[in-house]
C-alpha cells in the first residue's frame, strides 16, 4: 500500500520496490502536486479501504485478507502497530471514531464490527443476514454512523446519548463534559459547580443526588459490565463557576449506587450482591437480595429490584420482599413527587404504579421511549424519538406535541416542559396541557372544571368526542359538536330527545327521523313519535299509534287520508279500529266484495243496507251467503281515558351537564323553539280545517304545541300576575332550582357474591361457579399445567350452571338467581364460598362404572370415563387429608387405566405379520401387566401376556407370569390351565427372543410411544395425571388428560422450597472382574453447602478452614482435573458432591480422562505376544490421559449443562454462601442435594451373582454394557448358512461406532469415533455404484464395532463368533483388514498408516500388507491427502484390528491422523466435540442450512473417504477402470457430521429411517455410550438405516412385503440373503404426507455382548471384557436453603415439647369429660 498510494506515471510493471521507494517528486497532473512519503506493506491481499485518524499519526486499512490493520508514521517512517481479525471475507471499509478509540469496519461477510484501538479486539458486531456491507461514513457532528450494503443504507449510532441528571426541588443537577452542572429551574441559571475525576472512557450511566449531604453518587457502565464503577462526590458549598473546584471522589467497582437513607447508599457489586455503604465508602453490611440485574431509588430505606421478567419493591431494614410487578427489561423509574405513583419505563412500554407496586396501567409503544417526568397534576409526561405524550393513571394517553429530535424530561411545569437534548444542552419547550387536563378533571369528576374547559377551550376533534363516548360521557360531548349528525347520534346514545328533535329537524333525513322514533318511543314520548311517523309517512305506524293512545279523532283524519290516497287495506284497518261498520261495509262493496259487505251488514243489524245489497245478488249466478245467527260482533273497546301527555317516567335530579344543559336552555335554545313553524294570526280557530298535502297528509305541529301538548280554542292567555301572597313565603334566589340544578347520585352498586367467591378462593371451581372462566383457566394452569381447555368447556358449562338457583319473583319478569354458599353458617357478609356440587364419593361411584365397562371389554368408551373422572379431580372440594389422599389415589387410579387401555388398544391395531411385529405386541402386553389395576382386570391382561410370551417361545418371561396370575387367586379353571403351561415354560426355561422388556429392571412407561424408561433415565411428566413421557415429548400435549403440557412446572409447596436443576448428567459407576470406578452418592442423596471454587489454592476452605461441612463443591470446568479431583477425594468426608459447570468452549489445556495405554489388557500386545511391545513400552499413546474415568469416588459427581441451572447456582451462592471480607457467612445457606444412588457394588462377579439369585426381593443390580455390531457386504452373504464359504474371500473394512467421557450419556466422541466411522460410512456409499456395475472378486465386509472403548466388546465378540461358526464367514475367509481410526486430520492432511510388526514376521502376511499399502498410496495419488508408513517399530494403535490378531495373524492396516501418540488433546472426554473437530458454521444459518452447509472437516473427511473406497475396492481385486469414477460427496459427509454431532433430528434423517425411530431423533449430537446389552443405542440403530441406504438399493414392494423381508407373498428365501426397511422418505412439495419406499440391502446386526457374560459366563475372565453398569432408580438434583443446625435442634424440641403439652392437655381434658361435657354424653345403654 502507498502512502498517498501513488506511482510515477512512467513507471514500468516490472519496476522493483528500490525504485519506488526512491521516487521523490511523481508528476501527477502535469505538476509536482504529491510526494510518495511511505509505502506500507503487510496485506497478503488487495487493499480495499485506507482512513486517516482524525488527530492521531495513525492509518487504519483494510484488504481482502480478511483483516484490519493498524499504521503508525512519522515525517521518516511509518510501520504497522497491530491487525484486528475476526471477518471471514473481504474486508470492504474501515474508519476510526471521531471521538473515541475505536475503529469500525464491514464486510462481505455482512457484518459491521467494532474494535477497540487500545486492546485490538473486537467490541461489538452488528450482523445482516443478506446483505453485504460496502462502504461505512461518520457524520461530522451527531453520534450518528452510516453503512451501505447490498439493498441499502442503515444509519446507527454506538454511543450512549442520554445525559446522567437528577431532579431536586427547583435544581437540576446534571453532567457534561467532565463537569457536574447545575440549573435552576426558577432563574435558568445554569452553572458548574465542580470538575470531575478523569480517567473513566466511558460516560457517566446514572446519577443518584443526596439533598441532605449534598453528595452524589455517579454510576459508569462499561462494556463489560464487571468493570463498571461509581464514584462518591460531596459538592462543594462554594465554588467557582468559571474555575470549579475538582474535589477528590471515593471510586469503587459496582453496577449501579443508589441513596437508601441520609447517610447510607446502596451498591449493586458485578457479582450482583447488594451491599449497604457510607459515607465513607465502607461497607456497613450485606443484604440478601432476590435474583436481580438493576437497582432504583424507592424512597428511604426502599429499592426497587429489576429482573429478567419484573420488578420487586425491597425494604432494605426488613430485608424482605414487599411487592413484585411483572414488566419486563425496566431501563428507568421515575417517582412522582409525593412519591405516591411510579412509572416504569421499558424500551416499548410504561407502567404506572402506586406506592405498593400496584399496576394502575401498562402503556405500549411501538418506538423506543426516551425519559419521562411527573406533571404537579399527577400527570406522568414522557417522550419517545419524536413525540412528547401524557398518561394518565386510569390508563389514558395521548399525543402532545411533535419533536424534531429526542429530548430528555427532567421537569413539567404547567405548559412548560424542561429537558435536555443530545448535546446535554437544557432546553425549555412550551407545551398546550388542556387536552390531559380536561381528562384529568373528567377522572377525578371534578365537573365544574370540566364545564369551565367546556365553555372555554377549544377542544375539537373526533378523538375528544370518542373519549367522551367511551366513558360514559356523551352529554359532554354535545358541547362539542357542531356537526348535526355527530349531534344526532349523541342525543340519541344520552336518550336527550330534544335535542335530538332539533338536530333531526335540522337534518331532516328519513334515516334520522326513523332513528328517532324508534328512540322516543322506547321513553314513551309518542308525540315526538307521532311527528316521527308523520315525517316518513309511516301511515300503518301512526294508525296503530292513534289506536293504542285512544286518539279517536285522528285516528278518523288517517282513515280519510287512507281514502284519499286509495289505500283500501289501510282504509278498511281504519274502519275496523273505529268500529264503523258502515265505513266497512262501504269500503267492501266499494271493491267488489259483495258477500262480505253483506255479512258484515246483516251481522251487525244494518238491516236496510243488507237488503239493499241483498238485491243485487243475481238469483242465477249468484249466491247469498248464510248468516250465522251465533256470530259475534267485531267492535273494538271505546278508550276510557285517552293519552294525551308522554309515558310517565322516573322522576331523577338530572346530572350536572344536564343541569348545566338544562340552564343554558332556559335563557336561550328553548325560549327559541317556541316561536319555531308558529303560524300568525289570532287564536287557533282554524283547527276544525283539516290541511293536506298532495299526499293527503298533516303535519303533527299543525296540530301540536311545541311541547307536543294538543292546543285548546281560546282567545290567548289571561294570567294575573300582580298577586298578594304573605311574606313568609318568599323564597331565596335559587332555591326553586330543585332536582333540575341538583345531582343525580345513584345508589352504589354493590360487590357480587361471585366476585366474593373469586377474591376468597384460589380454587378453579370456584372461579368457575362464580363465571369468571378466564381466571380460572389461569388457575388451571399455574396449579396443574393446563393449556388447552377445549376438553374442559363442558366441564366447565355443567359446573357452573350447579351454582345458581332460580326462582319466579312476579309474573312477566325475569327468574331471580340466588347464589349458595357451603359456609353460609359463618361466612359473614364478605367471606362467602360457593357450594359445589360434584363430591369425592361422587367421582369413586363414578369408577365403579368404569371398572364395569373395562370388564365387559369398552376400552375406549371406559377411557373416556376414566379422563372424566380425572379432570373432575381439581374441580374437586376437599377438606381433610383423608379426602386428599383419596382424590390422590384416584388420579393414579385413572391415570394407570387410561395408559393401560390405550396401549392395549393401539396393540391389537397393530399388524402381527412379521416376527418384529409379534415382538412388538409381545413387549406391548408386558407393559400392561405393570400398570396398577385391579386384580379382576389384572388376571385379564396377564392371561393375555403369557399366551402371546408362550406362542413367541419366551418361556421364561411367560413363566414368571404364570406365576403372578396364579398368585392373584383366579378361577379354578383358569389357574389349571396356567399351571399346565407353568409346567411347560420350566422343561425349557429361555426366552428365544429378545424383546426390550426386563421384569425385574423397575421403569416408567412413557404414555405416547408406548416404551419402558429404564434406569433413572431422563423423564418428563404430565403435572396433573403424574403420566411419564420419553425427554422429546416435553412440551406436547399429554396423552393421557388432553389438557396439560408434559414437563412443564406447577406451583406446589416443593416448588416453592426446591429449584430443581433441569439437565443434569451424573458419573455413574461401571464394574469389571476385578474393581469398580465411577460415582455414587448415599440412598437419600448428598446434601452440601454449595461453595463455587475459585482457584486450586481455594480448596483450603473446603478441605479445612470451611465452618460449614460438607460442602458440595461447584468446579468451573477448567478446575476439573485429576488434581483437585483426587484432593477432593482424598478429603470426602468434608466433601458431599461436586458439580461440573459445562463449559461454551473447549478448554485450552489438554484433558482426556481415559488412561495413558487404552485397552491395554485385551489388546493383542501381551507378555505371551511380545514382552517388549506390551503395556505400551514403545509407544505411549494417550499421553494426556489422567486416567480419572478410572478412579472410584464415594461422592455424586454431575455435570451442569443447563445454563439456567448454573446461574441458579452462581446466584445462590452469591446471595447466601460467598464469604465476606475473609468472614464466614451466615444461615440460612444455600445447599445441593444430589441424587445418584448406585445399586451395584464391589465387581462384575458380585453384582452378576446377585442378579442371579432366584427370587430376590431386589431387582437386577447391574448389567453387562453392550449393544449390536452392524454390517453389510457388497455381495449378499446368506444369514442362516453360518460357518466357513468355500471360496468366499472377504476384505474387513472396519470403524468403532462407540466412545465415552467421564460423564453418563456424554459421549460425543467427534474425533475419537465420529471421524473413523463417518468416513467409512462415505467410503461405502461411494463404492455402490463401482461394486454394482463391477463387482470386485474379493466381497467386501462392512463392519461397524459397538464396546470397542470397553475392552473391544464388539470385536472380540464377532471374532468369537467367527471361531464357533457363529457368523456369516469365519477368520479363514477372511484376506485382510482395514480399519478406520481417528482421521478427523485436524493438525494437516497426512495419514499414517499403522501395521503390526508381529504378525509381517509371516512372509505371506508381511506381502498382503505390502499390497494394502501400495493400494492406499495409488488411491491417494491426485487427492489433497497424502499417506505415509509410521517408519519404524510400533505396536498397532488400539485398534478393533488387534482382537483379529488375537486369533490369527491376518494382513491389516489401521489408519490415523497420528504418527505415533494420539493428537487427540481430548480423548474419550466431553471436549471431543464438533468444536474440537473444526465443525463450524457460519452465524445466522437456520438448522437445515447448516445441514447443508459443507464445512472444511467435511471435505477433509470425504477425501480420506476417497482414499479408503479406492483402497478398498482395489483390495478386493476391482478393475482398474474403475477408479476414477469413486469419489466421496462431500455433501453427503457434512450430513451425516451435522446429524452425529450437531442435531440428529433434521430433515435428511428423517426420511432414511423408519417413522418408529423419529421420535427417537433429537435435537442435540448423538450420544455414542454403548449402554448395556438391553437396550439398543441410537447410533447402532442410525447407522444401520444409513449403511442400508448408502449401499443398498430401492425395490419396488408393496410396505407389507417390505416389512415381512420379502419380494412377494411366495418370496421364502429373500429375507436370508437380504435385509428389508421401509423407510419414510420425505413429503412432495405442497404435502406434509411422506412417501416411503423400501430399501433392500444386506445389512445385518450381530450381538456386540462380550463372550464372558454369554455363552461363557466367566465373570472373572481376562480374554473378554467384563464391563457392567450398575442399576439405579433416579439421579436429580436441586438446590434449597438450609438452616443451622441449632435452629433445627431448637425446631425439633419445641415440636416434641407441643406435642407432650397436648398429649397431656387430651389426656387431662378426657379424663375429665364427665364434668366438662355432661350435657353431652348420651346413656350408655341407648340404641337407636
Known sequence: MLLPGLRKKNLSPGAVETDVRSISGVDLFGASDAVVKHVLEGHDRGVNWAAFHPSMPLIVSGADDRQVKIWRMNESKAWELDTCRGHYNNVSCAVFHPRQELILSNSEDKSIRVWDMSKRTGVQTFRRDHDRFWVLGAHPNLNLFAAGHDSGMIVFKLERERPAYAVHGNMLYYVKDRFLRQLDFNSSKDTAVMQLRSGSKFPVFSMSYNPAENAVLLC???????????????????????????????????????????????????????????????????????????????GTGSLLLRDADGVTLFDVQQKRSLATVKIAKVKYVVW?????????????????????????CNIHENIRVKSGAWDESGVFIYTTSNHIKYALTSGDHGIIRTLDLPIYVTRVRGNSVYCLDRECRPRVLTIDPTEYRFKLALVNRKYDEVLHMVRNAKLV?????????????????????????????????????????????????????????????????????????????????????????????????????????????????????????????????????????????????????????????DPEKETVPEVDPNAQLLQPPPPINPLDTNWPLLTVSKGFFEGAIAAKGKAGQMAADLDMDAPGGEGWG?????????????????????????????????????????????????????????????PTKGMSPTQMWCNNSQLPVDHILAGSFETAMRLLHDQVGVVSFGTYKPLFMQTLSRGRTCYLGLPSLPCLRGHPQRNWKDCGVKQGLPAVGLRLSDLIARLQQCYQLTTAGRFEEAVERFRFILLSVPLLVVDNKQEIAEAQQLITICKEYIVGLTMETERKKLPKDTLDQQKRLCEMAAYFTHCNLQPVHMVLVLRTALNLFFKLRNFKTAAGFARRLLELGPKPDVAQQTRKILAACEKTLTDAHQLNYDPHNPFDLCAASFVPLYRGRPVEKCPLSGACYCPTYKGQICRVTQVTEIGVGCNSVDKKIYVHLN???????????????????????????????????????????????????????????????????????????????????????????????????????????????????????????????YEEFDFPIFSLKDDNDTQAIRQCYLDHNRPVNGSAPQYPLCAMQLYSHMSAVTDTVTCMRRNDISLSVVPEICDPLGDFNVWASTKPLNSTATGHKDGESVVI??????????????????????????????AAHALRNATQEAQPTRNILYTFFQGETFDYIGSSRMVYDMENNNFAV?????????????????????????????????????????????????????????????????????????????????????????????????????????????????????????????????????????????????QAGGAEAQMDNINADPQMVTR?????????????????????????????????????????????????????????????????????????????TSKHMYSYVWVQGAAPPNSTKREGYCVRSTVRLSKALSPAFEPLREFTSTDYSTWTESRWKTINGRIFLVASHELEMLTLGIGFGVLLTSLLLTYFISSKADILFSSGREPTSATY
Not at 463498571?228 to 477528590?248: C, F, G, M, R, V
Not at 468426608?1133 to 489438554?1150: E, I, K, L, Q, T
Not at 476417497?1506 to 475396492?1513: I, N
Not at 443405542?1577 to 444401520?1584: D, H, N, P, Y
Open 220 to 298: 459508569t457502565r462499561a462494556t463489560n459490565l464487571e468493570n463498571s464503577t461509581y464514584d462518591l462526590y460531596s459538592i462543594p458549598k462554594e465554588s467557582d463557576s468559571q474555575n470549579p473546584d475538582a474535589p477528590e471522589g471515593k471510586r469503587s467497582s459496582g453496577l449501579t449506587a443508589v441513596w437508601v437513607a441520609r447517610n447510607r447508599f446502596a451498591v449493586l457489586d458485578r457479582m450482583h450482591s447488594l451491599l449497604i455503604k457510607n459515607l465513607k465508602n465502607e461497607i456497613v453490611k450485606k443484604v440478601q437480595v432476590p435474583s436481580c440485574e438493576e437497582i432504583f431509588y424507592a
Open 336 to 360: 412522582s413527587a409525593d412519591t405516591s405513583h411510579v412509572a416504569l419505563l421499558a424500551k416499548h412500554a410504561i407502567m404506572i404504579c402506586n406506592r405498593k407496586l400496584e399496576s394502575l
Open 461 to 617: 376533534g373526533q378523538s375528544i368526542i370518542a373519549y367522551l363516548q367511551k366513558k360514559g360521557y356523551p352529554e359532554v360531548a354535545l358541547h362539542f359538536v357542531k356537526d348535526e349528525k355527530t349531534r344526532f347520534s349523541l342525543a340519541l346514545e344520552c336518550g336527550n330527545i330534544e335535542v335530538a328533535l332539533e338536530a333531526a329537524k335540522a337534518l331532516d333525513e328519513r334515516s334520522c327521523w326513523e332513528r328517532l322514533g324508534e328512540a322516543a318511543l322506547l321513553q314513551g314520548h309518542h308525540q315526538v313519535v307521532e311527528m316521527c311517523y308523520q315525517r316518513t309517512k309511516n301511515f300503518d305506524k301512526l294508525t296503530f299509534l292513534y289506536l293504542i293512545t285512544g286518539n279517536l279523532a285522528k285516528l278518523r283524519k288517517m282513515m280519510k287520508i287512507a281514502e284519499i290516497r286509495k289505500d283500501m287495506s289501510g282504509h278498511y284497518q281504519a274502519a275496523l279500529y273505529l268500529g264503523d261498520v258502515s265505513e266497512r261495509v262501504r269500503i267492501l262493496k266499494n271493491c267488489g266484495q259483495k258477500s262480505l259487505a253483506y255479512l258484515t251488514a246483516a251481522t251487525h243489524g244494518l238491516d236496510e243496507e243488507a237488503e239493499a245489497l241483498k238485491e243485487t245478488f
Open 686 to 746: 282554524d283547527d276544525a280545517e283539516l290541511q293536506l298535502d298532495e299526499d293527503g297528509f298533516m303535519d303533527a305541529q299543525d296540530g301540536l304545541g311545541d311541547d307536543g301538548v294538543v292546543k285548546e280554542e281560546g282567545g290567548g292567555w289571561d294570567v294575573e300576575e300582580d298577586l298578594d301572597l304573605p311574606p313568609e313565603l318568599d323564597l331565596p334566589v335559587g332555591a326553586g332550582g330543585g332536582a333540575e340544578d341538583g345531582f343525580f347520585v345513584p
Open 1063 to 1189: 439437565y443434569t448428567v451424573p458419573c455413574v459407576r461401571l464394574l469389571n472382574a476385578s474393581h469398580q470406578i465411577g460415582c455414587q452418592s448415599s440412598m437419600s442423596g448428598d446434601v452440601g453447602v454449595l461453595h463455587v471454587l475459585e482457584s486450586e489454592e481455594n480448596l483450603d476452605w473446603v478441605l479445612r478452614s470451611g465452618p460449614n461441612p460438607p460442602y458440595t463443591v461447584i468446579l468451573e470446568s477448567q478446575l476439573f482435573t485429576r488434581s483437585i479431583m483426587m484432593k477432593l477425594k482424598n478429603g470426602s468426608s468434608r466433601v458431599a458432591g461436586v458439580a461440573v459447570v459445562a463449559p461454551n468452549a473447549n478448554p485450552v489445556d489438554n484433558f482426556s480422562p481415559h488412561t495413558t495405554c487404552p485397552n491395554e489388557n485385551t489388546g493383542v500386545y501381551s507378555e505371551k505376544y511380545d514382552p517388549a511391545l506390551a503395556h505400551c513400552n514403545v509407544t505411549v499413546w494417550n499421553p494426556h490421559g489422567n486416567g480419572l474415568s
Open 1293 to 1322: 473394512a472396519a470403524a468403532r461406532l462407540d466412545s465415552r467421557s467421564f460423564f453418563f450419556d456424554i459421549a460425543p466422541g467427534a474425533e475419537s469415533g465420529v471421524s473413523g466411522f463417518v468416513t467409512l460410512l462415505a
Open 1370 to 1514: 469365519d477368520l479363514d475367509n477372511i484376506h485382510s483388514v482395514l480399519e478406520i481410526g481417528q482421521v478427523g486430520l485436524r493438525t494437516d492432511s497426512k495419514l499414517w498408516l499403522h501395521s503390526d510388526p508381529v504378525s509381517m514376521r509371516n512372509s505371506s502376511v508381511n506381502e498382503e500388507v505390502r499390497k494394502l499399502i501400495d493400494n492406499l498410496h495409488s488411491a491417494a495419488t491426485g487427492l489433497n491427502v497424502s499417506v505415509e508408513e509410521v517408519g519404524f517399530t510400533q505396536p498397532l494403535p488400539p485398534s478393533s484390528f488387534q482382537r483379529f490378531l488375537r486369533a490369527r495373524p491376518i494382513p491389516g492396516i489401521v489408519i490415523e491422523d497420528h504418527q505415533s501418540a494420539f493428537t487427540n488433546r481430548f480423548y474419550e472426554s466431553m471436549f471431543d466435540n464438533p468444536e474440537y473437530l473444526n465443525v463450524s458454521y457460519p452465524p445466522n444459518l437456520t438448522p437445515e442450512e447448516q445441514l447443508e452447509f459443507v464445512t472444511d472437516t467435511a471435505k477433509a473427511l470425504a477425501e480420506v473417504a476417497t482414499v479408503v473406497a479406492r483402497a478398498l475396492y482395489k
Open 1536 to 1612: 451425516m457430521l451435522y446429524s452425529f454431532l450437531v442435531r440428529s433430528n433434521n430433515t435428511w434423517f428423517q426420511q432414511l429411517i423408519p417413522s418408529d425411530l423419529a421420535s427417537h431423533l433429537k435435537d442435540s449430537p448423538t450420544n455414542l455410550y454403548v449402554g448395556v446389552a438391553v437396550q439398543h443405542s441410537e447410533s447402532t440403530a442410525l447407522v444401520q438405516h444409513l449403511l442400508a441406504n448408502f449401499t443398498g438399493s430401492i425395490v419396488n414392494v408393496t410396505q407389507e412385503n417390505c416389512q415381512n423381508h420379502r419380494e412377494d407373498e411366495d418370496d421364502k
